[in-house]
């Protein structure tokens, strides 16, 4: 069964940089794809970012909403993947979920993932 947990929300003032951890239980980050979404208040779920990692190479995507300020990471070791947030602002105030696909990583789309956490909040305030 899989379980993906994330880690590190909470209410922040703007500016700064925020971490976010996904711990994954049951899905092996090695040689599937694990991705980043937020969901703010009236919106639909957006892709953030993206992560592969597979014999001697990791693939990752930034969507270029947030390429300046969001990085991916993962440690296959500990099956635990990262979303460094920097440069925080009120517009990142949203649900931030992590999510799993199995095999290489396609598109940033929700329908793209099989396996999602139950969120974590980031309330950033001005």
């Known amino acids: 069964q899989v379980h993906l947990v994330e880690y590190g929300g909470g209410s922040v003032q703007a500016g700064g940089s925020l971490r976010l951890s996904c711990v994954s239980s049951?899905?092996?980050?090695?040689?599937?794809?694990l991705g980043w979404f937020r969901q703010a208040p009236g919106k639909e779920r957006e892709g953030l970012a993206m992560v592969a990692t597979g014999p001697g190479m990791t693939y990752s995507y930034v969507h270029k909403s947030v390429k300046e300020r969001f990085l991916i990471s993962q440690d296959v070791a500990t099956n635990t993947a990262y979303l460094q947030m920097n440069s925080r602002s009120p517009e990142a105030t949203a649900m931030y979920y992590c999510?799993?696909?199995?095999?290489?990583?396609?598109?940033?789309?929700?329908?793209?993932?099989?396996?999602w956490g139950k969120g974590t909040q980031v309330t950033v305030s001005s």
């Open positions: 049951g899905f092996r980050l090695t040689n599937n794809c």
């Open positions: 999510a799993g696909r199995d095999h290489a990583c396609s598109l940033l789309r929700t329908a793209e993932f099989a396996y």
